[in-house]
T-cell receptor, first 114, second 111 residues
């Protein structure tokens, strides 16, 4: 069983479109995250949810909107996609504060905006 | 400004040797520091966590040190194998409870 699963794995879309990436974890964790990894492989946190509540919201364009319908799911919706949004997006989860416990990552969603 | 720095140049070593990777941080006071491994096309995988009051942590062939005075962590892989080739990321939690990653160091172990 995959602990943190994201869909889709690949997403190619045109500029201006709206798309969603889904994430589910079956570890019973209470904290979930979205990270963006750019072409230089730098992994940057975007959002964090704890028990369905947003606790971290980095300086991310408001075209990006996370939604957590329940503790096991954290989806990412992106409006009006731009070329610069092309990257790999990783979902992750952990039990409690991230620093003191390990984070489990999904396999990533490679988003290409053309 | 706050920074986590890892050597951006790839580390290329011979099989059987010890690989040592460095993570330096500036303007953080982390209570924990973590190391992850990332293979191409995959998400990072947790390896080790070390607390600020621990000087050293070991797990099989892996060893991590944490020097809060130098603001540095060293990650060692002893008896390295080609299968250890990957990118290794260090991460720490900042005061806002965000897990912040370094840019990673690519390790290549030659047979």
């Amino acid at each position: 069983d995959t602990a943190v699963s994201q869909t889709p794995k690949y997403l190619v879309t045109q500029m201006g479109n709206d798309k969603s990436i889904k994430c589910e974890q079956n570890l019973g964790h209470d904290t979930m995250y979205w990270y963006k990894q750019d072409s230089k492989k730098f992994l940057k946190i975007m959002f964090s949810y704890n028990n369905k509540e947003l606790i971290i919201n980095e300086t991310v364009p408001n075209r990006f909107s996370p939604k957590s319908p329940d503790k096991a799911h954290l989806n990412l919706h992106i409006n009006s996609l731009e070329l610069g949004d092309s990257a790999v997006y990783f979902c992750a989860s952990s039990q409690g504060a991230a620093g003191g416990t390990e984070a489990f990552f999904g396999q990533g969603t490679r988003l290409t905006v053309v | 400004s706050q920074k986590i720095e890892q050597n951006s140049e790839a580390l290329n070593i011979q099989e059987g040797k010890t690989a040592t990777l460095t993570c330096n941080y500036t303007n953080y006071s982390p209570a924990y520091l973590q190391w992850y491994r990332q293979d191409p096309g995959r998400g990072p995988v947790f390896l080790l966590l070390i607390r600020e009051n621990e000087k050293e942590k070991r797990k099989e062939r892996l060893k991590v040190t944490f020097d809060t005075t130098l603001k540095q962590s060293l990650f060692h892989i002893t008896a390295s194998q080609p299968a250890d080739s990957a990118t290794y990321l260090c991460a720490l939690m900042d005061s806002s409870y965000k897990l912040i990653f370094g840019s990673g160091t690519r390790l290549l172990v030659r047979p």
